[in-house]
């Protein structure tokens, strides 16, 4: 008969050998990529030409003003998640809250708003091209009929951001499933005791739906901040950072020195300041999370 600690010994193997897949995934794929490119960022390495320790020249180089396009990215990049992230928040929240009623035709609904995030970021990008064309677009053929003003949306400098901004609406569908899910874990009994004092929709809104879904509005807040520093397609395939660099987004600023001009090591050096922004702005929400996550198990 096996001793208790000879079958421990054997469930923690099998443990690590089911394991073992992903261990090995995160090690070849990620943490081994990510420590080469830290030591890239310390180099000049050009693709062509043998890497040769720089130090900190790259950051320095970044951050000494010479880069006029890393600012640039930067502001960019801030402006859109700014705007963003908060539209898709509100926009994906009050959708869902909507398909949380019980009206008919539910099914099909939610399947509409959940269909766009399923279509390739490229083959909408090329619809929204179609759509924002000034003058053969659909959008300001409607303008144009109700006699309101039309836009150059993403060939002018100061419209191309608010309109990639309002064309990440489309794909919200993703967020709004989570916020669904919040939604349908929140016990009835609280609207019926909320009704029972008199409170209307907007009571149980502020009282009931907000409070009790802000873990899920946390996740979803943090999700959206790290992909919208990450937003590239958009740039790449419908403006190239144009016009006149007003929509240089950060990781197509990256991809350009590194595939465009082939600066691997300058590259590396922008990829991880954009990491190190990242982990500033998730540090700082999780740092905020105690003042107005609510958990019913008073977790935070």
Request: net charge neutral; with cysteine.
């Amino acid at each position: 008969m096996q001793s208790l600690s000879s079958i421990r010994k054997k469930e923690n193997g099998l443990g690590w050998l089911f394991a073992a897949p992903a261990i090995l995934g995160f090690v070849i794929f990620v943490l081994g990529p990510m420590i080469a490119s830290l030591w890239f960022s310390l180099t000049d390495y050009k693709v062509a030409s043998q890497a040769h320790f720089i130090g900190l020249d790259n950051y320095v180089h970044l951050f000494d003003g010479t880069d006029q396009f890393f600012y640039k990215s930067l502001g960019v990049t801030f402006y859109y998640v700014f705007l963003s992230v908060p539209l898709q928040i509100i926009v994906a929240f009050f959708l869902a809250i909507l398909l949380n009623q019980k009206v008919k035709g539910l099914a099909f609904f939610r399947t509409v708003f959940y269909l766009p995030t399923i279509v390739p970021l490229i083959a909408s990008s090329m619809i929204w091209m179609w759509l924002f064309d000034p003058d053969l677009g659909l959008l300001n053929v409607v303008l144009r009929a109700l006699h309101l003003p039309e836009s150059q949306w993403i060939y002018s400098e100061g419209s191309v951001v608010p309109t990639l901004v309002l064309m990440s609406l489309w794909t919200v569908g993703g967020t709004m499933i989570i916020f669904l899910a919040g939604l349908q874990d929140i016990p009835r009994h609280y609207y019926e005791a909320i009704e029972i004092d008199g409170g209307n929709a907007l009571h149980k809104l502020i009282y009931i739906t907000i409070p009790l879904t802000s873990p899920t509005i946390f996740f979803n807040t943090i999700m959206g901040f790290i992909g919208g520093f990450q937003v590239f397609v958009q740039p790449y395939v419908m403006t190239q950072g144009g016009p006149n660099n007003s929509s240089l987004f950060y990781t197509f600023y990256l991809f350009r020195e590194a595939f465009t001009f082939s600066n691997m090591g300058y590259a590396c050096a922008i990829a991880w300041v954009l990491f190190i922004v990242v982990l500033v702005f998730t540090a700082f929400l999780f740092k905020t999370a105690r003042k107005w996550v609510y958990y019913e198990g008073g977790g935070a």
